[in-house]
């Protein structure tokens, strides 16, 4: 067996804090570049506009985006591994530690619903465990916005609505959240599963990068076409018209069963802050 | 194009929806939860923490800023929630609102209504805004955090016309 001190996983998290909400991560900024090419006018000066802000936020230390998330963590242990201390604590006083270090925004309530107050520490992350082969442990991070977190959605479709509901359903959904999810955006689909994997999916899908290539080929077809769809809705960057609204399409899947089709939409801004560490 | 909000307002009527602006003067900061209390005090005949006469508001909650520093990162938040509370902010003399997103037909009335202006700022863009914020004065709802009212000296802060005061919509128009 592995041990492995959780304060090794809180230092991780306080650390990712700071390096995550300061940039851009590069394949972003890549993907913006290339897309400021394609455009004109408005939709040009729209890029113009972000790029700069990335340039201002990590020259000046801002952070790049006011609304500083809230925090998702994927956590995958190996099988052979002991953590030594309280994993889920750490991972919380990692968020508590690095917000307030790094003066960002408290943005958590704790009762959604009654009460609603601000917890003061950004704290709880959102955490989900799983289990890997071997004696590492792999962190997957993100600093999720709500903006565009409240466009996201989820159907139960039948499965005779087969690729063609799945990709009417996809389009609707990045139309309707047009403007509001910050555009470019990412748009990650989860299909398969059950009511609540379907989601999880579409959330893993944000977190790979954007130079991956789906391994496989009908999903990687279906991502170049639900992109090239979405980008003819001509929503455009910040919603001004234009050749980008999404950067790219990512989807996930899983085995369902025979009397479903669900699909998720996840959608993320261009402010997509994602890391991924392996110990 | 620059204007400035406060002495220039009557050069709102010329913009059209997309237009580039870039936009100086003062501005109030007010997102979800001091639209709910500014709401409440109008419904009790309060007294308001500043006057809305003539007057902007910002849709923004900003991060803390860190000592030597005059304001976070400040990029616009979705104005779409503050639709319920923004026509009878409008019919009360508020001018021009910068945000991000759609607006309600509602809104879009009060707008046309009362010769007023959504500007859209860049959504996500929180650091180049917060360059270009001059001065913070503490108005009210302290204990709202990111979420209390500024006064803010803004200077070239970089919008688009999102509604202009004929009521055109840049993001319905077609081209
Ligand atoms: S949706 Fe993204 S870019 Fe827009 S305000 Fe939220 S975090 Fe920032």
Do not use: W
Request: glycine share 8%.
């Amino acid at each position: 067996m592995r041990l492995i001190n959780v304060d090794t996983i809180k230092e991780i998290i306080r650390e990712s804090c700071s390096s995550l909400l300061f940039n851009y991560p590069s394949d972003i900024e890549e993907a913006m570049s290339l897309a400021a090419e394609k455009e004109e006018g408005r939709a040009k000066k729209a890029f113009e506009l972000l790029l700069e802000n990335s340039r201002i936020a990590s020259q000046k230390h801002i952070p790049i985006c006011q609304d500083t998330g809230m925090v998702i963590v994927f956590v995958h242990v190996g099988k052979e591994v002991l953590f030594e201390g309280n994993i889920d604590e750490a991972i919380n006083d990692g968020v508590r530690i690095g917000y307030r270090q790094e003066y960002l925004r408290q943005s958590v309530v704790d009762d959604p619903l009654f009460k609603r107050e601000n917890t003061k520490d950004n704290a709880p992350a959102i955490i989900y465990y799983d289990y890997i082969d071997g004696d590492r442990v792999i962190i997957e991070m993100m600093a999720k916005g709500f903006g565009s977190e409240n466009t996201s959605k989820i159907a139960m479709l039948k499965p005779a609505q087969g690729v063609e509901g799945v990709k009417n359903f996809v389009l609707d959904t990045v139309k309707q959240a047009g403007p509001n999810a910050c555009p470019p955006m990412i748009v990650g689909v989860g299909i398969g599963g059950s009511f609540e994997l379907a989601p999880l999916l579409a959330k893993k899908a944000l977190l790979r990068e954007l130079t991956d290539v789906n391994p496989d080929p009908n999903y990687h077809q279906l991502e170049d076409e639900l992109l090239a769809l979405i980008n003819q809705l001509n929503i455009g960057p910040l919603g001004l018209k234009g050749k980008t609204t999404a950067l790219k399409v990512q989807i996930e899947y899983y085995p369902t069963h025979i009397a479903a089709l669900p699909v998720a939409v996840n959608i993320c801004c261009h402010v997509s802050r994602h890391t991924k560490v392996v110990i | 194009m620059r204007i400035n909000v406060n002495t220039e307002q009557e050069r709102f009527a010329k913009l059209h929806a997309g237009d580039l602006v870039y936009l100086s003067g003062e501005v109030y900061t007010a997102r979800d939860a001091a639209h709910k209390r500014l709401s409440k005090m109008i419904e009790n005949n309060e007294t308001l923490p500043f006057e809305l006469e003539k007057n902007g508001i910002y849709y923004v909650g900003p991060t803390p800023s860190r000592p030597g520093q005059i304001y976070g990162s400040a990029g616009p938040t979705t104005s779409t929630r503050m639709d319920v509370y923004t026509p009878t902010l409008l019919d009360r003399g508020i001018k021009f609102m910068i945000g991000k997103g759609r607006r309600d037909e509602k809104v879009k009335q009060a707008i046309i209504r009362n010769k007023a202006i959504y500007f859209i700022a860049a959504g996500g863009a929180g650091a180049l805004y917060a360059s270009c914020v001059k001065k913070v004065e503490a108005i009210a709802f302290a204990d709202l955090l990111s979420e209390a009212i500024n006064k803010l000296t803004i200077e070239d802060f970089p919008v688009f016309v999102g509604i202009d005061c004929q009521g055109n919509d840049i993001y319905e128009e077609e081209n």
